[in-house]
Each structure stands twice: as structure tokens, then as C-alpha cells.
């Protein structure tokens, strides 16, 4: 199995930059609503901006899946790498 090299070009870190810069623009909208309205903030806002961040965790759960399949070319072995960073904290960095 041939592993990517590590100078490889991020193809997919400018959509997820798209992807996480519309969902804040969605929760800087909410936040001018409900400061425009108090009301809202207690009674709809978290209903509506829990959506979002669901929505912001998804597309990073993608994001990390896909670059650990182009670097092993199988999801086999996400565990340890997870394991590896959890175990060499500088390696967080990397990416």
C-alpha cells in the first residue's frame, strides 16, 4: 500500500473553510436576532443554532475521515492514529 506524502496539497480544506464560514455566518445572524429580540434567545435560539453546530461537527468528522483514508488508504487503522495523537499531543498541530 502506497502512503501519500506529507507535503501533499489539502484539497479539502478550502471546502471545509466554506462549509464552517457559512454556519458561523448562520449563528452571527441568530446572535442579531435574538439581541434585537431577548425573547428569542430564551425561548428559540438554542433550538436553532444546536442544528448548526451538528452540522459544523459532521463536516470535521468528514474532513478528518477522508484525510486518515488518504494517508492509510483505508479507515483500518483511525484508531491509531487517534490513539497516536492522543499519546504525542505535539503531533495535534500537524494538518
Known amino acids: 500500500m502506497a502512503k501519500t506524502h506529507y507535503t501533499r496539497h489539502d484539497y479539502r480544506i478550502e471546502s471545509l473553510k466554506y462549509i464552517l464560514s457559512g454556519l458561523e455566518n448562520s449563528i452571527n445572524q441568530l446572535n442579531k436576532v435574538s439581541k434585537k429580540y431577548p425573547i428569542y434567545r430564551e425561548t428559540f435560539y438554542v433550538e436553532e443554532v444546536e442544528p448548526i453546530y451538528g452540522m ?40
Open 56 to 95: 459544523a461537527f459532521i463536516a470535521l468528522q468528514n474532513y478528518i475521515n477522508s484525510s486518515i483514508f488518504d494517508l492509510y488508504e483505508s479507515l483500518n487503522k483511525k484508531m491509531k492514529f487517534i490513539v497516536r495523537i492522543k499519546k504525542y499531543p505535539h503531533l495535534k498541530g500537524l494538518g
